[in-house]
């Protein structure tokens, strides 16, 4: 029987807490990213010559035919918005001071998308599909080979 639940506090559930601890580890192509990002402010990539496919962040195989590759490709930091949506809740569903724009860009040079914040555009312009983005990062000082060394997707005009 499958029985449609319309109300979330109609589920059956536990309260409680889960004491669960993760470590998240970028892979060998990922740390390779993380340090071009940190180091020299640039997005590496991965290009699979068999698929003629540019992925972003750089992956160590692809996933379309399972080839090796390696990040050897730089990408961005230009790059056309494909999507966005505008979220108002934060994950846990608790209001936002301020709405947040996130956006889908493919960066030039790239055929995978990279999902980041947007950041809010010098004009009152409404956002649009197909606009022209390009990455801002933290300063040099600044950064920590974290994906937060991007501050966002700034909208060019
Ligand atoms: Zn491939």
Known sequence: M????ARPADIRH??????????YTPGVAGEVFFAALRERGVLLGSRCG?????YVPARSF???????????????PGGELVSFTIAFVD??????DLPQTFGLVRLDGADALLLHRVMDP?????LEVGERVEVALRSAP?????ILDIEGFRVLG
């Open 122 to 126: 010098p004009d009152e312009e409404p």
């Open 62 to 76: 692809c996933e379309r035919c399972f080839a090796e590759i390696s990040p050897d490709v730089e990408v961005g």
């Open 142 to 146: 600044a950064r920590t080979g974290s």
């Open 91 to 96: 994950v846990d569903g608790e209001p936002l």
């Open 14 to 23: 536990v309260d409680g807490d889960l004491p669960v601890r993760h470590r």
């Open 50 to 54: 068999a698929c003629a496919y540019t």
């Open 2 to 5: 499958i029985e449609k639940i």
